[in-house]
């Protein structure tokens, strides 16, 4: 026990060691960030809610020193209860797309109706999704257009700002600290090659390589934490951006640290799957412990090797815990703090106590009893006819549509009462469809229905699980021009085998 707490320790002190090491550089700066070629980006602000920012952030965006022919502006409105038809209504520079379920619909969901839309738009090089809290600088197209050139992914920094007036003092605890994690960790991991996490907030992406990712899902950092694991395995670095800035206010403050249990989960899940080099690094970096976990394992073999023997000698853990607050000092001393700086981010453990406390699972579960807010699975089912074909035979079989809390499963039941269900949640069940199309093809059976047709578009409409598309077939006796709504329909004698290709 002692041994691997040594080793833990160790590794994360020579983590430091690097990171205290490339800090202590000089930032590169690019002066005019030219490139020889503007590429034409699309813009995406995702509205959610009661929103106070959006006007100002796309008159931002309308205002960009970058050539106006090569971008263009999105803005996605779901369940915006402050936006009006007015407000949008006329601007010709603004796209919008109103979304109005009874709920809202979420941010992946959303993404993926615009990369949807414009999966066959030849001339878009890059994606910059942006949340409509965000602010931005003139020249932020032009730095993203630049940094194209360099990664194929990639987040700006974030910087918090006070709303109204000066910070508290909590305000100002929580802007140092995430000036700390930001400047130290995060842009030594980026100057080293290393990857962080994707913040899903505010984020660029080339659009050849949102194409060709599998099923995404942002409903947290967890997710977000997985789909950063998923580009990794294909070698694809998510680069954070230090002369790249979307500030924020103070009061939207985000940790985004997940909990060590659950980094562990995923390291735990994944490590001894087929990695890549990058990839087993950044698992290897979601157990960096946090610092009440850091002070534990330091202490107990220091308190351990001076009572007892053990593999490693109480001096060896010594000399280990010492370089470990030398690399610590020396990346505070290259933030250049000011002194009253340091001060507030040595109180964040304080804060961070507080937040431990708050989602203990004893507490937690007292809290949710007391505000009924205990969550209950809200499932829905239909069940069909199918009818699945291995080009000779047919053979007819039921599905079973599945929602789990607004989240898509298939179920397959053959002739024989015996069932599959596909693996992962989707957030529409048209893929859940075809991940069972494609589990059905590794036994050579193709399924009949319009999902699988080349005949049959989506109707992309912000449609939670939708299955709803038109029929494109020039049939006998069609009337040239009129549209044929379709859910799954398997009895169509024009049914053709479509080639299934995953947008994301």
């Known amino acids: 026990m002692t041994l691997l707490l040594y080793l833990y320790i160790t590794i994360f002190t020579i983590y430091f060691i690097i990171y205290a090491v490339v800090s202590s550089g000089p930032s590169k700066k690019y002066r005019d960030k030219y490139t020889s070629k503007d590429s034409n980006l699309c813009v995406v602000v995702y509205a959610t809610g009661v929103t106070n920012t959006l006007e100002n952030l796309l008159k931002q965006l309308k205002n960009q020193n970058y050539p106006k022919e090569n971008y263009t502006i999105y803005a996605l409105l779901d369940k915006c209860e402050n936006i009006s038809d007015v407000t949008l209504q006329g601007d010709l520079k603004v796209n919008a797309i109103k979304i109005d379920n009874m709920e809202p619909i979420g941010k992946s969901q959303a993404y993926s109706i615009i990369a949807e839309k414009l999966y066959n738009v030849e001339n878009l090089d890059a994606y910059v999704f942006l949340d409509s809290k965000n602010y931005i600088d003139s020249d932020f197209l032009s730095t993203v257009n630049f940094y194209l050139t360099k990664y194929d992914v990639f987040n700006p920094t974030i910087t918090y700002l006070p709303q109204d007036g000066a910070m508290d003092f909590w305000q100002n605890v929580k802007s140092v600290y995430s000036r700390y994690v930001s400047k130290f960790i995060n842009t030594s991991r980026a100057k080293i090659g290393l990857t962080n996490i994707l913040n899903t907030d505010s984020f660029i992406i080339k659009k050849d390589l949102l194409n060709r990712i599998a099923v995404f899902d942002f409903r947290n950092i967890v997710s977000e934490i997985e789909y950063t694991l998923k580009l990794a395995q294909e070698e694809i670095t998510v680069g954070l951006i230090d002369d790249l800035h979307v500030y924020d206010s103070i009061d939207k403050f985000d940790y985004r640290i997940p909990s060590l249990s659950k980094r562990l989960k995923i390291l735990k899940t994944n490590f001894f799957k087929p990695q890549t ?50 690399a610590f000092t020396a990346g505070l001393f290259n933030m250049k703090f000011y002194a009253k700086e340091y001060m507030y981010l040595f109180a964040y453990p304080i804060i961070s106590s507080g937040r431990l406390l708050y989602n203990f699972p004893l507490f937690r579960g007292i809290r949710n009893i007391l505000n009924k807010t205990t969550h209950k699975h809200v499932i829905e089912k239909m069940v069909t006819n199918v009818v699945v074909t291995n080009g000779e035979h047919n053979i007819h079989a039921k599905l079973e549509l599945i929602s789990d809390d607004g989240l898509a499963k298939v179920t397959f039941i053959n002739p024989n009462g015996k069932k599959y269900t596909t693996k992962n949640n989707h957030l529409r069940m048209i893929d859940a469809l075809r991940e069972l199309t494609s589990k059905l093809a590794d036994y050579g059976l193709t399924m009949k229905v319009c999902q699988n047709c080349k005949y049959f578009q989506n109707l992309v409409d912000g449609s939670t699980n939708m299955v709803k598309g038109t029929c494109n077939c020039s049939f006998e006796g069609r009337t040239p021009g009129d549209i044929v709504p379709t859910l799954i329909w398997n009895t169509c004698p024009k049914f053709e085998e479509n080639n299934v290709v995953n947008l994301f």
């Open 277 to 326: 080099t990058l990839s087993r690094e950044f698992l290897l970096h979601l157990s960096m412990p946090n610092w009440l976990t850091g002070i534990l394992c330091f202490a107990f073999p220091i308190v351990h090797t001076h009572n007892f023997p053990a593999a490693v000698s109480y001096s060896t853990v010594l000399i280990t815990t010492a370089i470990f607050l030398i």
